[in-house]
């Protein structure tokens, strides 16, 4: 519904990174000092179990040092067990809402918030390092629809550590209706931040798509991870020429993220008094002590068919 990339929209060009073109991103972001590789997609029917295992199993024996994060949908616990067996150890899935009958405002009625949710603890039971999180300023939301989500975080975190939440601003295709708040979704990342001091929360590019500053005003807020995108630049291009046909409007280009120096995110902190931190590659695999992912956003999302895409993780602590 308010997804400009969603399954509907005919009017999007689509693409697939091939097996190879995700080892070779992978490469180039190790050679950069990466060691957090995120694989995040739409739910494509030709990426089957069989294929994410083996692209999971591939970049974890290249890469025995890195954690692997995947973002590609709801699948049945059997195959999430799959995943993790092959090598990944990280999941983000966001439960968008927690109010039922909000979330069936916004998404098909194929669709299920039990459902969704219900993948979120079988993600947890079976070892990941859970990602969740939701929408800040989605059509029809009210304060208590943001209570609920972040009652629900608390329930998803209960006894756990491995865990990381997403709350971010994004700009979606309702006419007449308000993006997401800037100033709400600052609100909420330190909300965030209170009740989890030790998550890995991100400052999105949809907080840099609403204000020029957005994703350094993120980080004082309390988020400590960016997540630059390592897709060839091609389809990074392609991509953001989408703006110009209204899908996400205004949205910032990624495509100079990571030229200059081996996180683009370290340009963009440092003057404000921040430093990229070293990677701990066990902290990534193992218990990460307590740090985990968290994040909130600027409005909806819904299945949609981008395919995958790659991206990495900076994290960062104040000087």
Same mark, same amino acid.
């Given at each position: &519904? ?97 109010? %039922? ?11 299920? %918030? ?54 971010? %601003? ?46 350094? &005003? ?69 218990? %990460? ?31």
């Amino acid at each position: &519904m308010t997804c400009g990339i969603r399954r509907s929209n005919g009017k999007v060009q689509r693409y697939r990174l091939s097996r190879e073109d995700i080892l070779a991103c992978c490469t180039e972001g190790y050679a950069l000092g990466f060691r957090t590789f995120v694989l995040q997609g739409g739910e494509d029917a030709y990426f089957t179990e069989q294929r994410v295992c083996e692209i999971v199993s591939e970049i974890r024996e290249r890469f025995p040092d890195c954690a692997i994060t995947l973002s590609i949908g709801e699948w049945e616990k059997s195959s999430y067990a799959a995943f993790f067996r092959a090598g990944a150890n990280r999941y983000l899935l966001r439960h968008e809402t927690a109010d %039922p009958a909000h979330y069936r405002r916004l998404h098909p009625g194929a669709m299920s %918030p039990e459902h969704r949710k219900r993948c979120l603890f079988d993600l947890k039971e079976i070892g990941y390092q859970v990602g969740s999180g939701f929408m800040v300023g989605s059509p029809f939301q009210t304060t208590a629809h943001l209570c609920a989500d972040l009652r629900f975080l608390q329930e998803l975190a209960a006894g756990y550590d491995r865990y990381w939440t997403v709350s971010h %601003p994004r700009r979606h295709t309702i006419p007449d209706w308000p993006n997401g708040s800037l100033e709400l979704t600052l609100r909420l990342i330190a909300v965030l931040r209170l009740m989890f001091p030790y998550a890995l929360i991100p400052a999105t590019t949809a907080l840099g798509t609403i204000h020029p500053q957005g994703r350094e &005003m993120g980080l004082k807020a309390g988020a400590n991870v960016v997540m630059p995108n390592l897709s060839p630049v091609s389809v990074q291009k392609a991509v953001f020429a989408l703006c110009g046909q209204d899908l996400h409007r205004g949205r910032i280009c990624p495509v100079p993220e990571l030229s200059g120096t081996a996180c683009g995110g370290g340009r963009l902190c440092h003057r404000d008094g921040y430093r990229r931190c070293a990677p701990e590659p066990e902290q990534h695999r193992t218990k %990460p002590s307590g740090e985990a992912l968290c994040g909130v956003a600027l409005t909806a999302g819904m299945r949609c068919s981008e395919k995958i895409c790659i991206k990495s993780i900076c994290i960062f602590r104040k000087i």
